[in-house]
């Protein structure tokens, strides 16, 4: 009886191990298939052409210019907002003496009665916006008296006077100004005309 178990078992053990043994031979044989698949992808992908790698590499270079140019424009457009708000800063600050000025000059004249020193005053005040737009390097437009040009004047009126000639300045409603070359506002005037 000993001898039927022992040959039970051992019959058993030798199941088990030829079931542990086709597993794995099953699990060999996936391996190999998968490995197999996997050198057959690596052989299939195509070599890269030159010429694509080219286009890939033109296409990066692309985008960074795009990028870079759109950094650029970003940076320019905050530099000219500050070189504006630097630019009014400076003109503001010229004319706030003459704003403070001519706060002076309206309490002058609810305190008392002298019109010379409101007339006086009003002078001095002229002056300092005279001297302001000298620092700005703005300058009046002559007018008066000069022949009309429409890149300076504007033509609000014809007058007719037989002492001056044609197409000259006889009266101006607006002095105009200009800053070196640039038009700031254009005078308006009245053109002797003598048809």
Not at 125 to 130: G, K, L, N, Y
Request: aromatic content about 6%.
């Amino acid at each position: 009886m000993q001898d039927n178990e022992m040959k039970e078992k051992q019959a058993e053990q030798e199941a088990a191990e030829a079931k542990v043994a086709e597993q794995e031979t099953a699990e060999t044989a996936e391996a190999e298939k998968a490995e197999d698949a996997k050198n057959a992808e690596e052989a299939a992908e195509p070599e890269v052409d030159p010429k694509d790698a080219k286009i890939e590499e033109l296409q990066n270079r692309l985008l960074r210019l795009q990028a870079d140019f759109e950094n650029f424009r970003r940076r320019t457009n905050i530099e000219k907002e500050q070189l504006s708000t630097f630019v009014t800063a400076n003109v503001v600050g010229k004319f706030l003496k003459v704003l403070d000025n001519f706060e002076r000059a309206e309490a002058s004249v609810e305190k008392g009665d002298n019109v010379d020193a409101v007339v006086d005053g009003m002078k001095k005040i002229r002056r300092q916006f005279e001297d302001a737009f000298k620092d700005l390097k703005v300058e009046e437009i002559e007018a008066q008296n000069a022949k009309f040009d429409p890149n300076i004047h504007e033509a609000v009126m014809r007058g007719h006077n037989p002492e001056l000639d044609d197409e000259i300045v006889d009266m101006v409603f607006e002095k105009g100004y200009k800053l070196g070359d640039k038009v700031i506002r254009h005078s308006k005037v009245r053109v002797n005309t003598n048809e």
